[in-house]
């Protein structure tokens, strides 16, 4: 059986929002494990632009400028930042090259790709790290609702005049980017990313797995095409010849560290976090949580939202967003693996 990709999947949303980035900013609502991110890639291979996580950042402005400055560099000229101050004459055609694209900003950019504190102390921004940009460059943005607001608004200015915008957020978070009074209220479209149904995967895949194994994985990834193709592979791997769920049990053996991790970690979330974590793991309600205030429940439950570990498929339901690492801290709750520190 060869693999789909998501790409593959999704083309016909593919083509939506290359149709939509170029007249107005996208908002691309998706589930975590549906494989938003690996859409935005496509587009950007298909086309000039750059990636920003303002979680990779830590929700730092100028870390995040920073990168987005080395990144526009690096794709100017082939040599490596440390390179460009090097005698020769390859480096200086690239230092020409950059001085073309940014003028007098020149000192500057070198100086925040460089992650110099100079470059901030004059108001290096996201406008400025892209200097001249010809052709409309396009911004994907990965988890957009964790954006400094003063980003966000530049963002909106830029993308009213100089460049292409998609935004990738969860279903819950779409409305801090065009709520009422959010950055992108009423210059922005906001389009939800599908989930695949049985007769979709059949359609994709042939007849590879008998009808009743793929109800069957489906169900186990809640329909997540990324993490429904990660099964998919590991069963692919063993020539198909073990039960789905085997594959399904190999992608969350994958998970055991990170459940270890997310765990130990949790506290720093909110001190009720970890056990929340557990009880959703076990399929309990969050607040049946035996001598705790329910407002104090709700707080920690928005937290780990935030923090993108728990979503809402329904109004007062939660669950662990990722599936495979749900399954993986309900094995670590009945006692099949033992928490420890995180490394």
């Not at 303002?54 to 080395?70: I, K, W």
């Not at 069963?235 to 998970?255: C, M, N, Y």
């Not at 309900?330 to 995180?342: C, D, F, I, K, V």
Request: glycine share 6%; proline share 7%.
């Amino acid at each position: 059986m060869t693999t789909p990709t998501i790409e593959h999947l999704h083309a016909a949303l593919l083509t939506l929002l290359t149709e939509r980035i170029a007249s107005e900013p996208v908002i691309l609502g998706a589930r975590t494990g549906m494989g938003s991110s690996a859409l935005a890639r496509e587009l950007l291979r298909r086309t000039k632009g750059f990636m920003l996580d303002p979680l990779a950042a830590g929700g730092d402005s100028e870390l995040l400028t920073q990168t987005l400055t080395r990144n526009v560099i690096d794709s100017l000229q082939p040599l490596p930042l440390e390179a460009l101050d090097e005698p020769g004459r390859e480096a200086e055609q690239a230092r020409v090259q950059l001085a073309r694209h940014y003028d007098g900003d020149l000192a500057p950019a070198l100086a925040a790709a460089a992650g110099s504190g100079e470059a901030a102390l004059i108001g290096w921004t996201i406008t400025r790290a892209l200097g001249s940009s010809p052709g409309n460059p396009l911004l994907a943005v990965r988890d957009a609702h964790r954006l400094p607001s003063t980003v966000m608004w530049e963002l909106r200015e830029l993308a009213s005049t100089s460049i292409r915008l998609l935004l990738l957020t969860t279903p819950e978070h779409h409305p801090q980017l065009n709520g009422k009074n959010a950055p992108f209220y009423g210059m922005s479209a906001y389009i939800e990313m599908p989930t695949l149904s049985l007769v979709d995967w059949r359609k994709a895949l042939g007849d590879p797995l008998p009808v009743e194994a793929l109800r069957e994985l489906l169900g186990m990834t809640r329909s997540r095409t990324a993490i429904t193709l990660e099964v998919l592979e590991r069963h692919t791997k063993h020539h198909g010849e073990s039960p789905i769920d085997f594959a399904f049990l190999d992608a969350v053996d994958a998970r055991n560290d990170q459940a270890r991790e997310v765990l130990n970690l949790a506290c720093s979330v909110h001190d009720l976090a970890p056990r929340l974590l557990l009880a959703l793991a076990a399929g309990q309600a969050p607040y049946a949580i035996h001598n705790e205030r329910s407002d104090r429940v709700a707080l920690a439950l928005r937290h780990l939202r935030d923090y993108g570990l728990i979503e809402q498929p329904r109004p007062r339901s939660w669950q662990i967003a990722d599936p495979l690492l749900s399954a993986a801290i309900a094995r670590l709750r009945n006692g099949q693996g033992e928490l420890h520190p995180a490394a």
